[in-house]
């Protein structure tokens, strides 16, 4: 509806539709390129679609939701052939602090230190996941999506999403080398 | 565990079910058969446990990952580059729709001056038309009423041309008059010298200038004689 009317060239709903969908797509996109302005761009590009090519959209074949998030998907695919290897960045606000003084209170410096070492090795390690992997982490875990909101985003069945959630767990344990430590701390724990 | 199904448990599970049951063990809800086989296989089995604390480990900082971007949001410069693409892509439109009707508009006004103009051509055409079988019509009435018509410059001899008219009792046209309807004409009869009828534009021969002769004459509405009629007797 909102789409339709932004078609027409009804400003408020383009600006409403701007404002729904924008906050969790760039996230999308910053979490699975790793780089703001790419995701600044690839955020552009897909509202761009919407301006220009509104009668891409097609209601019988899913949600609006679904549509946009199936446009970034294709521009981040596009995106990662050209820079496969963008570095993850920390995420900072529009005025260049950063966001990433989450449990900084409360911490001595040291414990600090460390959880701040192993998020970055955990960020690193999310960004070396297989796009497909990282997808459905980004989702389910980052985003906090049901199965059935991923899946429907990611234009896939429920059960591809939890195979690969599963999948992709076990990749990230496996790359932060966590699964090294179980014999030992099993050993430790008989 | 077939795709997309919840994972259930019937008993004690064993280490790879554990791993399948761990997938959505945060979301499982307290006290229930799965969580309970899970807590109960954990106790027991000290690898799936360190497991276990690893993958909550992971997903703990995967959480707090994810609350480190939650506020992203994209910048401000995006959503105005955006409306300002809205705004002229719709202004375009709407310019390039002004156009197109203002050319459709244009297109439809020649269209209607053309169809009133071939109108007028048309109904020009057909009055002319009607004008020429007019004539016809008149030189036809005249014809009804037996006059005939005498080119001057055909140089015709008056005396052969009015004997011959005479001998038939027609009518001779006035030359310089043109066919009108007869019906409101009057004859009248008058005596002249015959070179009165070189006063008509006839050609009078010069020897019988002098004789007097006997005519009849054709005096249409506006007063005029338009034709003229030797009589016999004159002769």
Redo the contacts between chains.
């Keep these: 509806m909102l789409l339709r009317r932004s078609a027409k060239g009804d400003q408020q709903a383009f600006a409403a539709v701007y404002r729904r969908y924008q906050s969790p797509l760039y996230r999308f996109a910053l979490r699975m390129s790793g780089n703001s302005w790419a995701a600044e761009e690839i955020v552009q590009e897909v509202f761009m679609t919407v301006i220009r090519e509104p009668q891409k959209f097609d209601p019988s074949r899913g949600t609006l939701g679904a549509f946009l998030y199936g446009v970034a998907r294709n521009r981040i695919m596009k995106h990662l052939e050209r820079r496969p290897r963008d570095l993850p960045l920390s995420e900072k606000r529009e005025d260049g602090s950063s966001l990433d003084t989450l449990a900084s209170k409360e911490m001595t410096p040291v414990e600090w230190a460390e959880l701040h070492e192993r998020r970055a090795q955990v960020r690193a390690a999310v960004f070396e996941l297989p796009v497909e992997f990282r997808e459905a982490i980004v989702l389910c875990e980052l985003e906090e999506m049901s199965y059935e909101e991923a899946a429907s985003a990611l234009g896939c069945p429920v059960g591809t999403i939890r195979s690969r959630l599963h999948r992709g767990r076990a990749l990230l344990l496996a790359k932060l080398e966590l699964l090294r430590e179980v014999p030992r701390r099993a050993n430790a724990g008989g | 565990m077939?795709?997309?199904?919840e994972f259930t448990v019937r008993g004690p599970i064993t280490c790879e079910e554990l791993?399948?049951a761990c997938?959505d063990f945060r979301s499982t809800p307290e006290g229930s058969p799965v969580r309970l086989a899970v807590l109960e296989h954990l106790r027991q089995c000290?690898?799936c446990?360190?497991?276990q604390?690893?993958?909550q480990?992971?997903?703990d900082?995967?959480?707090?990952?994810?609350?480190?971007?939650?506020?992203?949001?994209?910048?401000?410069r995006?959503?105005m580059?955006?409306?300002q693409?809205?705004?002229s892509?719709?202004k375009s439109?709407?310019t390039r729709r002004t156009v197109l009707t203002g050319s459709w508009a244009i297109a439809a006004a020649a269209a209607i001056v053309a169809a009133v103009w071939w109108t007028s051509w048309r109904h020009d055409h057909d009055l002319s038309a009607f004008g020429w079988k007019a004539t016809t019509t008149q030189i036809a009435k005249v014809d009804a009423n037996r006059v005939s018509t005498v080119h001057p410059a055909a140089g015709l001899e008056i005396g052969e041309a009015l004997v011959a008219s005479s001998s038939s009792g027609d009518f001779t046209l006035l030359p310089g008059s043109t066919p009108s309807p007869m019906e409101d004409a009057t004859v009248v009869r008058v005596e002249m010298q015959r070179s009165a009828l070189g006063a008509f534009g006839f050609t009078v021969n010069e020897e019988h200038a002098s004789d007097l002769i006997q005519v009849d004459l054709l005096v249409g509405d506006d007063g005029l004689p338009q034709a003229v009629r030797l009589l016999e007797s004159t002769e």
């Excluded at chain 2, 077939?2 to 199904?5: L, R, T, V, Y």
């Excluded at chain 2, 900082?61 to 401000?76: F, M, N, V």
């Design positions: 077939p795709e997309g199904n791993a399948l997938l000290p690898q446990a360190a497991l604390e690893n993958l480990t992971l997903q900082d995967l959480r707090y990952l994810g609350l480190e971007s939650k506020d992203a949001e994209t910048p401000s995006v959503q580059r955006l409306m693409e809205f705004c892509k719709h439109e709407k």
